[in-house]
């Protein structure tokens, strides 16, 4: 992986040459102070040109940054005025360039508010004709995690509970592949995670951004919240998912409960209640079973 000054020396030398080529700017984590970096930290590059025509022809200009594994998509098409290349390079650098034309660059300077992805950070890298300079400073808050309203706080806990039912059903009927669709991707990522990231936001003043999918919550969550969760995990044994299952309600049930006391919100304990009888009555229900007694 290059060093941000080896590549932002490069692209600038490289864009500096080519009359095409008139403003480049850096987006996401590497232009955000606020956010984590590491070894594998993509360069999220924008370019901005006179004519698109010269980067749909070849790709041959990626040459520049060093030798390709792959890209995608495969071929450069152009999608509402914009090209898109993700490159990964055989040392391991990785850029995710957007190609837009000028025209483009313009109409952003005219915005009063920043798009979402200016304002979580950029950095204007290269500027040949000065048109960056009105637009607005990024406030680097795009995506801070927000105070749930009431409403939303209790429609996600509903359909958290609605979503588990789902879970027993596919576990008593030995669905395993089902089982995990819905254990480890629509109720992990659809209600553990906001409420995860709710959670985070209570005890930070809602002032943090835990990444997307929970990318950084091992930086947030304390010692015993995270081993909680790791214990919500399972492999493809079905006792062990029923076991996962039950982990999983009582994390959400947790911090469902300390949300809701911290906000003033009531917690819909009724509802868990019958909900967690009626998986507890099909984990045990006979596998022969004609009813549901």
């Given amino acids: 992986m290059k060093k941000e000054e080896i590549m932002f020396r490069e692209l600038t030398d490289w864009a500096n040459s080519k009359e095409v080529i008139r403003t480049i700017i850096l987006t996401s984590s590497r232009a955000n102070p606020n956010a984590y970096k590491d070894v594998f930290t993509d360069f999220d590059i924008e370019l901005f040109v006179s004519d698109l025509q010269p980067f749909l022809t070849s790709d041959r200009w990626l040459d520049n940054f060093g030798t390709m594994i792959t890209t995608i998509p495969l071929r450069p098409v152009e999608n509402d005025g914009w090209i898109t290349r993700l490159v990964l390079f055989e040392d391991g650098t990785k850029i995710d360039f957007q190609i837009y034309t000028s025209e483009s660059l313009k109409e952003l300077s005219n915005n009063q508010q920043l798009p979402v992805k200016y304002d979580n950070g ?172």
């Fill in 122 to 293: 950029y950095k204007v890298l290269l500027d040949k004709d000065n048109l960056t300079k009105d637009i607005k400073s990024p406030s680097y808050t795009a995506f801070v995690t927000t105070k749930p309203t009431e409403e939303e706080f209790c429609e996600l806990i509903n359909d958290f509970w609605w979503d588990t039912t789902y879970v027993a059903k596919s576990l008593w009927r030995d669905e395993l592949y089902f089982v995990k669709f819905m254990l480890d991707n629509v109720i992990r990522f659809n209600y553990l995670q906001k409420v995860i990231e709710w959670y985070i936001g209570v005890q930070n003043d809602w002032n943090v951004n835990p990444n997307k999918c929970g990318r950084w919550f091992k930086r947030y969550l304390d010692k015993e919240t995270w081993q909680e969760l790791e214990s919500t995990y399972a492999g493809a044994n079905i006792e062990d998912n029923w076991n996962a299952l039950f982990r999983t309600a009582d994390l959400f049930n947790r911090l469902s409960v300390k949300i809701g006391k911290d906000l003033g919100y009531d917690y819909p304990i009724e509802l868990e209640n019958k909900i967690r009888e009626y998986l507890l009555k099909t984990r045990n229900l006979d596998k022969n079973a004609t009813a549901f007694h």
